[in-house]
C-alpha cells in the first residue's frame, strides 16, 4: 500500500490528485521524511517552472489587493509547532482548532466590560446614523499613504484604524466583535489633546464585522477610542473604552 | 470617563508599530544569492507582523511570477486578476503560518498559486464536461503556448530545454498536470493510458526536471 503511496509524490506536487486521494497523501506525508523531502524537492521544482511563466500584472491589481489585505485579520503564529513535531513526530492536530490565547483574553475582557456596561439602562434611542459612502471607505483604504494601526493586543486585539493622511479621514475596522448589549450601542471617539469628539455610532454586522468610515477629519495625531453608550449615542464618553487604538506610532 | 489623552493611559494603551529599522532587501542580498530566497523568508517573516512595506516589498518580487502562473493556468485575464488577488491576500493572511522546515519561501507562495488557480479552473470545470477537454488537446495547447512564451530570459530557456530533455509521456503529463490543471485522471483519459502510469510519469518526470535544474531544498 505504502509502496504505492511513495509514487504519488509527483502528482501531489503538480496537484494532480483528487481531494480524497491529496488527504490521504498528506496523512501518509507526516509519516515519511523520505517523501516529505522529494515532495519538498519537486515543489520547488515546480515553483521554477511557473516562474518560467512569469507576465507582469496590471499596475492596477496592487491597489486592490493592497486595500483587501488592509482589512483582512492575519492568522497568528502556530507556537510550538515545529518544537511539537520534533519531539513526537506527529503533526499538530490540535493546532488549528485551538483559540489563540490573546484572542481568548481580549473577548473575556470585552464580555466582562459589556456585562458591567449592560447593567446601566440607556434611553431608547434613535436609529444609528447612516454610515458614509462605501466610496469614501474605499477611498482611504486605497490611499497611497494608508497607514494601519491595531488595537493594543491584550486589549481588544481584532481592532483596527486605517488612516490616510493626506486625506485627512479614516476607517475603523473590526472584526469578531460581540453585538452591543441590547438598548446599548458602540460609540467611536477621536481623541486629541483638547479631549475627545463623537466619531460616529458602530453597526456591527455579521461575525462582528465593522467597517465604520470616522465622522470629520483625522490628521493622524489623535487616539480612535470606541466607548459602549446608550442608543443614541452620548456627546460625552461616559464608560472605559473597550478599543483604544493610537493614531502617534 | 477616562479616556488617555495624552500621556496618562494613552501611553500602556498605545500599540507600537515603528518595526525595528527597517532594511531595504537589497542591501542584504548578497549577490550570490540572485534568487532571494533568503530575502522572501525573511520579508514573510515581517509580513507576518503587519508590516506593510514588506509586503509591498513581497508583492514586487513575486507578483510576476504569481500573475505568470495564475494566467497560464486559468486562461481568463480578469479571473486570473481575482485569483492573483485571493493569493496575495491569503498570503498576507497566513503568513505566520509558513514554515521554513517544510520548504523554500518561493516554494511556499508558487504552491499557493498553483493550487489557487487549479482549484479555480476545477469548479469551473465541473460544470463543463469531458468532450471539452478533447476539444481543448486538440488545440496543442498548453506545451505550444509554453514553448512561445519562453523565450526572453535565460531561466525560461533553461525551463524549455529541461522540458525538452523529457521523454514525451513525461513531458505531456507535467505540462498537462502543471500548466493545464488537470488531475493524474482526465490526463489519463487525454493521453489513453493508465492513470497509474500518469502518476509515475509525473514523478519521473519532475525528479528528472530537479536534477536538470539543479534545484535544491
Redesign the interface.
Known sequence: MSADLHTLTGAYAAHALSDTERQAFERHLEACPACAQEVRELEATTARLGAAAASPPPPELWDRIRAEALVTRQLPPVVGRAERRRRTGRRGTAAGRRVPPLLAAAAALLVAVLSVTALNLGLLGRADRADRTADLVAAVLAAPDARRFAAQPGGTGQATVVVSRQRGRAVFVADGLPPAPADRTYELWVVNRSGPRPAGLVKVAGEGRVTRLLDGPVTGNEQVAMTVERQGGAARPTSEPVVVVDLKA | ??????QG??VA??????EPPHRPAQAQDPAARPAGDDALERLLALV?R?D?RA??EL?QRV???????V??VVRNPAQS?EV??EV??EL??????F?P????A??W???C???RA?DRVRSAERAARRDDLVGRRDQGRPYDE?AE??ETTL??ER??RSLDALTDLQREA?VL???G?????E?AELLGVPSGT??????????R??DH?G???
Open positions: 470617563m477616562t479616556i488617555g489623552t495624552e493611559t494613552s494603551l498605545t500599540w507600537t508599530r515603528r507576518a503587519g506593510e509586503f509591498a508583492y507578483a510576476a511570477a504569481v500573475f505568470g502562473l494566467s497560464k486578476e492573483t488577488q496575495f491576500v498576507w493572511r497566513t503568513a505566520a503560518r514554515d522546515g517544510r520548504g523554500t518561493r516554494s507562495i508558487m504552491t498559486a498553483h493550487r487549479v509554453v512564451q519562453v531561466e525560461r525551463v524549455r507535467v498536470a502543471y500548466y490543471g488537470h488531475t493524474h485522471r490526463i500518469v502518476k509515475t510519469r509525473l514523478r519521473d518526470g519532475l525528479i526536471l530537479r535544474l534545484v535544491d531544498a
